[in-house]
């Protein structure tokens, strides 16, 4: 190393231009900005194929998961379906019908109870349900939908049931209570209750197959809305079905779907069902059944469509000059003779 000194004496390492000029003339030849664009982009596409890879990836396991699902739902529906169609050929169609005439028709109404809330009762240590304010106006609301008339929506009941144990069916009871003394069905005070469900399918069945249904409505209220789906499906009505069709599954906290099932005593019916719970293939002219006297269920649900607010004015708790009394204007059933 040559030094060389400077004005105060010090020895300073002598630059060799040459060299050091070379070293960084290649030092910048590897970080040349267009190689290091390119370096970049390459890795850029490296990461965006690895990330599209695993999306992709990621959406074909959930495409097939969902895939599935859904395949498993239609086949599930199509067993409960199976099931149900099994059912009404066991109970209406095994044996032929007496004073029935064809085309026959009848509903049975399948209703849920009122909004309630649990009481305990001390004493026995029972658990009573009651309907509560809500579910007592609905009750009562209740009366303005069946009558004669255009002006009503459903024909008076035939009859009227409940379901549930005996502890548990008190806000069923209570529901159909003001309809059932209003109109005095079968002369009873109150709905005829059944805690055994085969029993009142057994009952529902008779009234069918007599004819006794014809023209006519019954409905049946139960303790919980979770027996809604099966008393249908007893009843012979599934998921694949004319009209809408009877859901695997009611609402947990829905009260206001009324489930409405009609029987039909006639030659024809859904060609369709049957032949896909026969197993017919429907481009064929072969569809057993088709041509015999059959009773054949169509569901379908509807909204009761109760307005509190408009339920009461209706019945005029909020008329200017309105006075309260112990018990709403609405619980007075001798009102419900002028309302429309």
């Known amino acids: 190393m040559v030094y060389q000194s400077d004005s105060i004496g010090e020895d300073q390492p002598l630059v060799r231009k040459g060299g050091n000029e070379e070293s960084h003339q290649r030092r910048r030849s590897l970080f040349n900005p267009s190689v290091c664009v390119l370096a970049g982009t390459a890795m850029l596409l490296l990461l965006v194929s690895i ?3 695993l999306l992709s990836k990621g959406a074909q396991k959930f495409h097939q998961k969902n895939k599935r699902a859904h395949q498993h739902d239609i086949k599930t529906t ?3 379906s ?6 009404i050929q066991a109970l209406l169609n095994t044996q032929p019908p007496t004073n029935t005439a064809v085309g026959c028709q009848g509903t ?3 209703m849920p109870h009122c909004e309630s809330s649990f009481k305990s009762e001390r004493g026995p240590g029972e658990h009573r349900d009651h309907c509560n304010f809500i579910g007592l106006q609905r009750s009562y609301y209740l009366i303005t939908q069946f009558g004669n008339g255009n002006e009503k929506r459903w024909p008076i009941p035939r009859d009227i049931f409940v379901f549930g144990s005996n502890l548990r069916r008190k806000r069923a009871t209570e529901t159909m209570l003001p309809l059932q003394r209003y109109y005095n069905v079968q002369g009873r005070s109150v709905p005829s209750a059944y ?3 085969a029993l009142l399918v057994k009952r529902i069945a008779s009234l069918i197959t007599s004819g006794e249904l014809c023209s006519h409505v019954i409905t049946v209220t139960t303790e919980f809305t979770i027996d809604i789906p099966d008393l249908a499906s007893d009843l012979g009505c599934g998921p694949i079905n004319a ?6 599954v009611y609402g947990r906290h829905d009260v206001d779907k009324v489930w409405e099932l009609r029987f039909v005593y006639d030659k024809k019916g859904d060609e369709s069902y049957e032949n896909k719970m026969n197993d017919v293939d429907a481009n064929t002219n072969v569809n057993s059944g088709v041509d015999e006297l059959k009773w054949r269920v169509y569901g379908n649900p509807v909204s009761e469509r109760f ?3 408009a339920f009461s004015k209706l019945v005029g708790d909020y008329d200017s000059g309105a006075t309260f009394q112990e018990e709403p204007r609405w619980m007075n059933v001798s009102i419900y003779e002028d309302l429309p």
Do not use: H, Q, T
């Not at 199976?82 to 059912?87: C, G, V």
């Not at 009209?243 to 695997?248: E, H, K, L, T, V």
């Open 82 to 87: 199976k099931s149900a169609f099994d059912n």
């Open 51 to 53: 990330l599209y890879s």
């Open 195 to 197: 805690s055994n469900r």
């Open 243 to 248: 009209g809408a069709g009877c859901p695997m």
């Open 108 to 110: 049975v109404l399948i």
């Open 307 to 309: 307005d509190p607010l």
């Open 78 to 80: 199509e067993i409960y």
